[in-house]
């Protein structure tokens, strides 16, 4: 190397040096040595993912190759084996998404007693019915609970039943589903008693409550409604039957973005009736807005 490099690197080395000590950098070389240290990252439950495999239903029998959707609900139940929030799918071998299917139901409802998402292909493929036998779905209260992507129809709470589609005491979301011809005493499609229900592009059809809600009842709970039809839902009592398409006691509603249409109620509230508790918000896509219309007035509260 000649004089003249050496030179030349010493006085660069000299102003690096120089210029650490300026920003506060330590210019000891070799750099000094930190040591390694491992840290525990927090505890993360893994997704419990269930395929239901059968359309059939009947007793849980969690042993014989076949899960029913009451087998997958059995299993989302087992905190031991299925720890966590679980997700239930429904296989490709049933051939639903371009098949449409169908679960009858045949040893009573379905009961969520666990945080799940039920997840179907569409509502216009997959249908489960109550077979006019018995209600469709029950989340219980210590339930997070969400169902999209089906149909749930021909449920029946029977005399003095609540909540033919859906009873939720827990917190539910209805995403993209259809709940149609369903029959209950109070609210024929879903009855919502102090749980949270978020229903979102959902249709509610042909419901029918003998007393209050055709479409949905709310008591004492906390109910949105988000992008939504209501339509052909009735309450039909010839004496006292009130909310065709949505009646809420004690509790808060909130309705946005929604097409209320040819509700009907005997004595008061087509569309909606607010006995006592809120409603949050009102847009609308069809009917007129006014307080206490009576006797099968379509769309009203």
């Known amino acids: 190397m000649t004089r003249k490099r050496k030179n030349f690197l010493a006085d660069l080395f000299k102003r690096k040096r120089a210029s650490r000590k300026r920003s506060g950098i330590k210019a000891n070389w070799p750099a000094e040595r930190r040591a390694l240290r491992i840290e525990p990252l927090e505890e993360r439950a893994m997704l419990a993912m269930i395929s239901v495999n059968s359309l059939a239903d009947g007793p849980v029998d969690l042993t014989d190759g076949v899960t029913t959707l ?6 989302a139940a087992d905190d031991t084996n299925y720890p966590g929030a679980d997700q ?22 379905l009961t969520i007693n666990s945080s799940v ?14 077979n006019q036998l018995s209600r469709v779905f029950s989340v219980n209260s210590d339930a997070t609970a969400t169902i999209r992507g089906l149909t749930i129809t021909g449920g029946n709470a029977g005399t003095y039943g609540d909540g033919g589609g859906v009873a939720n005491y827990g917190t539910l979301m209805m995403a993209h589903v259809a709940v149609s011809e ?16 978020s ?5 509610f059809s042909g419901n029918v409550g003998d007393d209050y809600g055709g479409g949905i009842y709310n008591s004492g709970g906390t109910v949105s ?7 052909g839902n009735t309450a039909v009592n010839s004496s006292s039957s009130y909310g065709g398409g ?47 219309d009576w006797l099968l007035e379509p769309d009203r509260y």
């Open 117 to 130: 998402t039920l997840t179907g292909p569409g509502a216009d493929l997959l249908t489960v019915d109550g």
């Open 246 to 292: 949505v009646y809420n006691s004690y509790g808060t509603l909130t309705v946005s973005n929604c097409t209320l249409a040819s509700n009907t109620a005997k004595t008061s509230g087509g569309g909606i009736h607010v006995s006592s508790g809120s409603l949050a918000e009102r847009r609308w896509g069809v009917g007129r807005i006014r307080k206490r």
């Open 182 to 197: 369903n029959t209950a005493d109070y609210g024929g499609g879903v009855y919502n008693s102090s749980g949270t229900l």
């Open 199 to 203: 229903v979102v592009s959902a249709t």
């Open 70 to 75: 009451r087998d997958a609900l059995a299993m």
């Open 225 to 231: 409604i988000l992008n939504s039809t209501l339509t």
């Open 88 to 109: 239930i799918t429904f296989a490709a071998s049933l051939g639903l998404e371009t098949t449409p299917g169908r679960i009858t139901l045949g040893e009573g409802q």
